[in-house]
């Protein structure tokens, strides 16, 4: 039942042209999961130190249920952080592994036995437990982590990018494991990661890192969907900008008149935006159409990916398999009204190219 609360925090490396944290408050809701989703090197890990007190900040406050920890040393904070890779103890089997943190607390035997046995229940994974690390799989030693991170009941999980060395399937699987667990638990989670996919599934709420900076935190839905700003937007894979003046229900750019849905909207300069898979393609001019040609298609799968040359500039265009067939050269590129999304412009990020910007 913790919340934890990150106040203006920020933290300089020495000899590091920028900040690693640069003003970052976030709360996190007792019993949810909030991901911390960001490119490398935006600060994602060092803000996860200064909540687990490995790292001191330089100006800031970690609260966790309102008080203040900045004074509390590591082992005392009741965080647990949890890595790419296990580091169990090779030497010692799962069960002394997991058992841990409970000897150096000064557990009775019994009690000890009793939590490893539930720990190991609970990340799916009885009957190893006389096994040495080297004995198990990628994804069962990361299973042997999380039970000896949270054998010791803490206030906090932290894990930092836990499954980004496990293939595919195993990482889908501990990625379900590890959510169950939580909900079960009910224990705060903050995780982190630099895989858009992985924050979306596994959320409550995902909060967009850029440059030691919180861009934007909301539903997983919302951050997808509608990102608010230019910047979070490209990073939420968003790659087509649209600048014009709004009036009424339209949206009047250099390249012709596209409608937008009244949603949010008001009149005046603006930039909206698309994403990539919500682009259409046809053979014929219509409604919001732009003229483009097939410079490139990629057939992956469950969807197509063109690249379309329109006016100047490129445009990648993401489409459901064989929705496009047929198509080839001179094609119509079409941007649903329900689809165009208002962003605002960051200060560092202005549009270079005018009406329309691609890529
Ligand atoms: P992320 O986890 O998002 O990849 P980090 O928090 O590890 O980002 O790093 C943020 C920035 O701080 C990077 O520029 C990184 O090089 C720098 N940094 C991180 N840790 C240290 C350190 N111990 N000493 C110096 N610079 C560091
Ligand atoms: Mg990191």
Do not use: W
């Not at 911390?36 to 803000?47: F, N, R």
């Not at 580091?87 to 009690?111: D, K, M």
């Amino acid at each position: 039942m913790t919340q934890i609360e990150l106040v203006e925090l920020h933290k300089s490396y020495p000899r590091q042209e920028h900040p690693a944290v640069a003003g970052v408050s976030l709360n996190v809701e007792p019993h949810t999961l909030l991901a911390l989703l960001g490119p490398s090197g935006s600060g994602k890990s060092s803000i996860l130190k200064l909540i687990a007190g490995i790292e001191p900040p330089d100006a800031g406050d970690v609260r966790l249920d309102g008080q203040s920890v900045r004074d509390v040393p590591a082992h005392r904070r009741g965080a647990v952080l949890m890595f790419q890779k296990a580091y169990l103890f090779p030497f010692l089997s799962v069960a002394e592994n997991i058992a841990f943190g409970l000897r150096v607390q000064g557990a009775r035997r019994t009690t000890i036995r009793a939590e490893v046995t539930r720990m190991l229940d609970l990340v799916e994974l009885p009957g190893i437990a006389a096994q040495r690390p080297a004995q198990l799989s990628g994804g069962e030693q990361q299973r042997v982590a999380l039970a000896r991170a949270l054998v010791v009941r803490p206030r906090v999980l932290l894990l930092d990018e836990p499954f980004s060395s496990l293939d595919a399937a195993v990482r889908q699987t501990l990625q379900e494991a590890v959510r169950r667990i939580q909900r079960e638990l009910g224990i705060t989670t903050i995780l982190v990661t630099h895989d858009r996919s992985e924050a979306m599934a596994l959320a409550d709420r995902v909060a967009l890192l850029d440059r030691g900076a919180v861009l934007a935190a909301d539903t997983p839905r919302e951050l997808f969907l509608r990102p608010p700003t230019r910047r979070a937007a490209r990073l939420m894979g968003v790659a087509t900008f649209l600048r014009g003046e709004v009036a009424g229900a339209s949206l009047q750019t250099s390249l012709g008149t596209f409608a937008i849905c009244a949603e949010r909207r008001r009149d005046g300069p603006a930039t909206y935006a698309i994403r990539p898979e919500h682009l259409r393609l046809c053979g014929e001019p219509g409604r919001n159409t732009l003229p483009a040609r097939i410079l490139a298609h990629t057939f992956r799968g469950e969807q197509s990916e063109y690249l379309l040359q329109v006016g100047d500039q490129t445009l990648r265009a993401r489409v459901p398999a064989s929705s496009a067939d047929g198509l080839a050269g001179q094609v119509f590129v079409q941007l649903p009204p329900a689809h165009l999304f208002p962003v605002c412009d960051d200060a560092s990020d202005t549009d270079p190219k005018g009406a329309c910007e691609y890529a």
